[in-house]
Structures are given as C-alpha cells and as structure tokens.
C-alpha cells in the first residue's frame, strides 16, 4: 500500500482512536520492506503531530465543509498532504500526486478530486503558517501552554521550543561487558561520532543509528537509554547485595541500569501491566541479567509481597510525560487536562504505599519524566509535610540546593524532561 495512505491510518489511530504513535506507527511500518520507507512513514506521522494545529488550520481554510465520521481519514491525509508541502523537500508534484493515489487506495475513490483541490490550493497560495494564537504559534493545547507558563514564567517558550526539536540519541554502556571508553573507541573505529555524557554509562550519538549497527548491541552490550533516564541508577546508588524493588518497571531500563551498576543487589522489578512487563523480560534476557519480574500494583504490594522490607526503592511513576514530548509528539494531544489531577492522586497513591515497604535508613528515589509541578515538587513537598520520618537529600546536580528535586527541563544537556527527588527514612 501506499506510504502516505499508511501515514493516513497512523494518524487516525492516533487522533481518533487514542491509540499512541508507539504503538500504532511499527504496525504500518512493518507492511514496508525499506528501510527509507519506514523512516520517511515515520517522518510524515511525527511531523504531523509536531505541527497539528498549524495544519489542521490550513486545509480546514481550503474546505467548505469539514470530513466527518469515516471520512476523517481522509482529512488526516490532508495534513500529511500539507506537511509535505511545508516542511519536507518532497517535491510538490510528487506529494501531491502520491497523496491523491493514497486516497484511492483508501477506498475515497469520490474524494480524490477534493484532495488534489486542495492540496493543489495550498501550493498555489503559499499561505504563512498561521500564528493567530498561542496553541497555533506553539503547535501546542492551550492547558498544556498555561501550566508550563505558571511553572516557567521565564523560560516557558524554550521549553515549548525544545520539546519540539528532534531528539539525539542516547546509548547506556553496559560496564558489566566492558568500559565506557572502551565502547566509544568500538563507535570510533566505524565511524560512529559520540561523546560521553555526564552520567557514568551515558554515550551521546552525534547523529541516530539502527541499533543492527552499534557494536555487540544484540549481545547487550549497550542498550539505548536517554541520558536523563540514566541518572536513576546513580542517584538511588545500589549497594552490595541490597534487596530492592523497581516499583513501576516496564519496560525495564532502569531495572537493567541497576543490575549493570551492582550486579550483586536482588531486584524486584513489579509492573501493572502485563503486556509492558513482557519487554522487561526481554530486556533482561538480552543483556544476561536476572530480577524477580512480578505482575502487580505498585499500590498494594502486600498482595504479591512477603518478603522483608527493601533497602532501596525505585519510584519511576505513571505520569504525564511532558517532558518527552520530543520523543512522542502524540502526548501533547492524547493527554488531557483532567488526567494531571488524576495522576498527582495515582502517584501520591504509589508513594505512601511504597514508603510503607522501605526499611528504616532506606532510599527512595522518585522520578517522572514529566515538567509539570504537580507531579514532581508539589507532589515531593505534600508528600514530605505528610510524612514525619522522611527526609529529602539534596542532588548534587539540581541548580539551588533548597529546590525539591531536580527538575531537568527538555533540552538540558541534551536530555528529556526529567524529574528526581531523593528520600531517606529517618
Ligand atoms: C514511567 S513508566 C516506567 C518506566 C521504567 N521504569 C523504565 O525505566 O523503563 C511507568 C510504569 O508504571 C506502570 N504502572 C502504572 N500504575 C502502576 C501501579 N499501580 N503499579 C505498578 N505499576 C504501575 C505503568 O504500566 C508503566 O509501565
């Protein structure tokens, strides 16, 4: 099939089904055999999500009426008509045509004559990107603008600005199969530039690769890992033989980060979702590590727990991912405003219950990698007026030492939105 009738049925599973771009995107990807294929699929579906308000403004402006019902598929090979026309160097007869021959192949024989219209009115009038207000200036829902703004009063449009930029690639290098330098000398000698990050594993690619191509990366010997997500294992710093649980697991980065850094630590790695947990098993067995993988909540851990109390806990909370939008451009329409409320209760939730299980003298570390106060600071500062016995630990790396938490905004040194606060019980 087409590639841009496959992009159409991407976004449409996307926007009209709630479906994210993670999972709906491999689906088509995998009905092409190139390479170039999947990446330019892959191009046109994060492209539009990037820029959904700008384009969506600018086909409905060359229609009379909008496409409703079945017809939306249509509309969404529109805004793939109309991202090609404004943001890639497809050549407009080319996107135009392909984009026509996909609405055929989408069975809209009747509706072929309208795409070519429009699209053919778009290229003619070369229209500016409408900028009539802030959620079209910023391809980004008004709640989302206002809470960054409240949060950031400074700094809220290079935030927005970063989110939207295209992320680098990060590797995590396995010290268990060799050092860090070691690795980058491997990348070197194929001619793959990188350079270390600040976190003792981290490895910044100048450009993205097929991981087919990193150097014994099938034998685990190099995951990929942002650089924000890498400073979980040396801020929670497991010790020998420490018995410790991996609350929220899937689908297993950091679980695999804590056992590369202390190999001789028992970990549970616990998750509510099944069909996530399987990857951490995955993951695992690629990189020869083992953890007790368990299905169940975070928030009851007397029902699937009868062991003694941990050493450490890992608190990597369901949250809003707002700072990874970068990296999942569909965030910023499949969140909803309501859901921040309900996830600040969910991840208090986690917490109370999780300290419960911490023994005496013990570490818990949370994180999010979300930008969003409610979830991080606020939710640290309710949490640590609530409870008596526990105390936050300052991060060496957060920028004033009486901020609760660090906040990493998208961007900072090359990392995702990331959001850290240490706990000890005292
Ligand atoms: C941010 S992700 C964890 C990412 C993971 N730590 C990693 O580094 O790969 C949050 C996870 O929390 C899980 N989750 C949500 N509610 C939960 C609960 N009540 N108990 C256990 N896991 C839960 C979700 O299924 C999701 O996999």
């Known amino acids: 099939m087409n590639l841009r009738a496959l992009a159409a049925k991407v976004i449409f599973q996307v926007l009209e089904k709630g479906v994210s771009l993670s999972v709906a995107l491999p689906e088509q990807q995998q009905k092409l055999c190139s390479g170039k294929d999947k990446a330019l699929l892959a191009e046109l579906s994060y492209g539009v999500m990037r820029h959904l308000p700008q384009l969506d403004k600018l086909v409905s402006d060359c229609m009379n009426k909008p496409m409703k019902g079945k017809q939306r598929i249509v509309h969404q090979l529109l805004l793939i008509g109309c991202y090609q026309l404004y943001f890639t160097r497809i050549p407009s007869h080319a996107a135009i045509s392909e984009t ?54 400074e700094t809220w449009q290079q935030v927005i600005e970063q989110s939207h930029q295209r992320p680098p690639m990060w590797l995590r290098n396995n010290q268990l199969s060799q050092t860090r330098e070691q690795y980058l000398a491997q990348l070197t000698s194929l001619e793959i530039p990188a350079t270390e990050g600040s976190s003792a594993n981290a490895i910044l690619l100048d450009s993205p690769k097929d991981v087919a191509m990193l150097p014994g990366f099938a034998d685990g010997a190099a995951s990929v890992q942002d650089g924000a997500a890498q400073w979980a294992a040396t801020l929670l710093a497991p010790a020998a033989n420490d018995l410790i649980l991996d609350a929220c697991a899937a689908p297993g980065g950091k679980t695999c980060h804590l056992l590369e850094t202390e190999n001789s630590i028992d970990l549970v790695a616990v998750d509510f979702d099944v069909k996530r947990l399987e990857r951490v098993q995955q993951n695992l067995d690629r990189l020869s590590l083992n953890a007790k993988v368990v299905h169940g909540d975070a928030a009851n851990i007397d029902s699937w727990w009868q062991g003694e109390k941990f050493d450490r806990i890992l608190l990597d909370a369901p949250c809003s991912a707002t700072g990874v939008i970068r990296r999942h451009p ?27 299980w911490l023994k005496p003298g013990g570490t818990l570390l949370y994180a999010t990698c979300s930008i969003l106060p409610q979830e991080n600071a606020e939710q640290i500062s309710a949490f640590l007026a609530r409870t008596k016995d526990a105390t936050l630990i300052p991060i060496a790396q957060q920028p004033n030492s009486d901020d609760v938490g660090w906040q990493i905004t998208p961007g900072q040194d090359n990392m995702d939105g990331f959001y850290y606060a240490r706990l000890i019980k005292g």
């Open 330 to 356: 569909d965030i910023k329409w499949l969140r909803k405003q309501a859901d921040i409320e309900e996830l600040a209760t969910l991840q208090s939730q986690i917490l109370d219950h999780c300290w419960q």
């Open 100 to 153: 026509a021959e996909a609405c055929r192949q989408l069975k809209f024989e009747g509706l072929v004559k309208v795409v070519n219209g429009v699209l053919r009115n778009l290229q003619r009038n070369q229209a500016p990107l409408p900028t009539d207000n802030e959620t079209l200036a910023f391809n980004t829902p008004a709640w989302i603008i206002k809470r960054l703004q409240a949060a950031y009063p």
